[in-house]
């Protein structure tokens, strides 16, 4: 049964810069769009960004003003989220989604059938 695995968070200084990922076991991730979502506490989770299965389309939320890049390596069964410029309001649990490819990845959460336990990243001086 598939499983994802977040990894690659922890407590960053403003302005710095993280990769986090989603690694997969039980299953390959090439016939999965994968999403990746952040909840803070005391908020609703969000989207983050998404990328298909061949990594030819990604999307990215317009909250992180280009500071999101997503990307994967299906030879290693992982996709990774580059979060650069680190901000206090990033601090959140962050997590990844998959679902069997409909060719365009989706930034609904609701649309993901597998998810990972998540990564916290905090994000303090």
Same mark, same amino acid.
């Given at each position: 049964?598939?499983?994802?695995? =977040?990894? $690659?968070?922890? *407590?960053? %200084?403003? #302005?710095?810069?993280? %990769? *986090?990922?989603? +690694?997969? &076991?039980?299953?390959?991730? !090439?016939?999965?769009?994968? $999403? ?5 506490? #005391?908020? =609703?989770? =969000? ?14 939320? !317009? &909250? ?6 997503? &990307?994967? /390596?299906? +030879? ?7 979060? /650069?410029?680190?901000?206090?309001? !990033?601090? +959140?649990?962050? @997590?990844? +989604? #998959?679902?069997?490819? %409909?060719?365009?990845? &989706? ?5 993901? !059938? @597998?998810? $990972? ?9």
């Amino acid at each position: 049964q598939l499983q994802l695995v =977040e990894s $690659g968070g922890g *407590l960053v %200084r403003p #302005g710095g810069s993280l %990769r *986090l990922s989603c +690694a997969a &076991s039980g299953s390959t991730l !090439d016939y999965l769009d994968i $999403g990746w979502f952040r909840q803070a506490p #005391g908020k =609703e989770r =969000e989207v983050v960004s998404c990328i298909d299965s061949r990594g030819s389309t990604t999307v990215s939320a !317009d &909250s992180g003003n280009g500071r999101f890049t997503i &990307s994967r /390596d299906n +030879a290693k069964n992982t996709v990774y989220l580059h979060i /650069d410029s680190l901000r206090p309001e !990033d601090t +959140a649990v962050y @997590y990844c +989604a #998959g679902r069997p490819t %409909r060719g365009i990845c &989706s930034l609904e959460s609701a649309k993901y !059938d @597998y998810w $990972g336990q998540g990564t916290q990243v905090t994000v303090s001086s």
